[in-house]
C-alpha cells in the first residue's frame, strides 16, 4: 500500500478486556512507532522499533500495554485489562531509515473506547 | 526531556488571509528537528513542513513558512493566503538529532478558516 494502514479504525472494549491494534507501515521502512493520543491532545510516544528490536518502551504507561513487530514489518500494540483512561486515539508511523531527516509518515490512526 | 509549547489552543481567520501560529520549545541540544504537522478531523498526522536547526534560513513550503528564532526557541507558522482546505488541528514537534527519532507534540491549535 501507500500509505501506513491501521486496523481497526474504531475499536470498543468493555474494561478488563483484552484488545490488540495492528500497524502496517509503508513497505521497507525500518523505524515504527506508537503514540496515544487522548482528546484534545497532541500524541504522546509510546514505543519505538528499529526492524524487529523494539529500542524505546519509556513511553508505555504500564505493563499492560505490550507491543511487538516479530518480522520487522506488522506491528501489532496489545493493551491487557483494559481501562477508562485507555480510551484514545493510537496513532502508529514509520520512518525509512535511521537519518533522522526521513519524515514520520503517520496511518489514520485506532480510536479506542473502553466502556 | 524536550517540552513543545502552543498557546493559542484556537484560532480563525478569514479565507484568504494570513495567519501566524506560534511555538516555543525547551531543550539543551544543540541539533535536532522541528516540525509542523497538520490534523485534520480524519485524524491523519500530515508533514506540512520541516525545520532543521543547524540551517539559518527559514523553511518554505509553498503558502506555508516558518519564523525559526533559536535563540529564543521560538517556531511558529505562517499560512498565507488561507484556504477553507487549511481547517484542522496543527501541531507542532521537536526531534531530537540523538539516538530514537521519537517526535514530541505541542498540545495542538485547532485552525478554522471562515469562508
Known amino acids: 500500500g501507500a500509505g501506513v494502514s491501521q486496523s481497526p479504525r474504531y475499536k470498543v472494549a468493555k474494561r478488563g478486556q483484552d484488545v490488540a491494534l495492528r500497524c502496517d507501515p509503508i513497505?521497507?521502512?525500518?523505524?515504527l512507532f506508537w503514540y496515544q493520543q487522548a482528546l484534545g491532545q497532541g500524541p504522546e510516544f509510546l514505543t519505538y522499533?528499529?526492524?524487529?528490536?523494539?529500542?524505546?518502551k519509556s513511553g508505555l504507561p504500564s505493563d499492560r500495554f505490550f507491543a511487538e513487530r516479530p518480522e520487522g514489518s506488522v506491528s501489532t500494540l496489545k493493551i491487557q485489562r483494559t481501562q477508562q483512561e485507555d480510551s484514545a486515539v493510537y496513532l502508529c508511523?514509520?520512518?525509512?531509515?535511521?537519518?533522522?531527516?526521513?519524515?514520520?509518515?503517520f496511518g489514520d490512526g485506532t480510536r479506542l473506547s473502553i466502556l | 526531556a524536550q517540552t513543545v509549547t502552543q498557546s493559542q489552543p484556537e484560532m480563525s481567520v478569514q479565507e484568504a488571509e494570513t495567519v501566524t501560529l506560534s511555538c516555543t520549545y525547551d531543550?539543551?541540544?544543540?541539533?535536532?528537528?522541528l516540525f509542523w504537522y497538520k490534523q485534520p478531523p480524519s485524524r491523519q498526522m500530515i508533514l506540512v513542513i520541516r525545520q532543521e536547526a543547524y540551517k539559518q534560513q527559514n523553511a518554505t513550503e509553498n503558502r506555508f513558512s516558518v519564523n525559526f528564532q533559536k535563540a529564543a526557541k521560538s517556531f511558529s507558522l505562517k499560512i498565507s493566503d488561507s484556504q477553507l482546505g487549511d481547517t484542522a488541528m496543527y501541531f507542532c514537534a521537536f526531534m531530537s538529532n540523538f539516538g530514537n527519532e521519537k517526535l514530541t507534540f505541542g498540545t495542538g491549535t485547532r485552525l478554522t478558516i471562515i469562508p
Open positions: 531543550t539543551s541540544e544543540s541539533n535536532y528537528y
Open positions: 508511523a514509520s520512518s525509512s531509515d535511521l537519518n533522522s531527516n526521513q519524515p514520520q509518515h
Open positions: 513497505s521497507g521502512h525500518v523505524s
Open positions: 522499533f528499529q526492524n524487529e528490536a523494539q529500542l524505546d
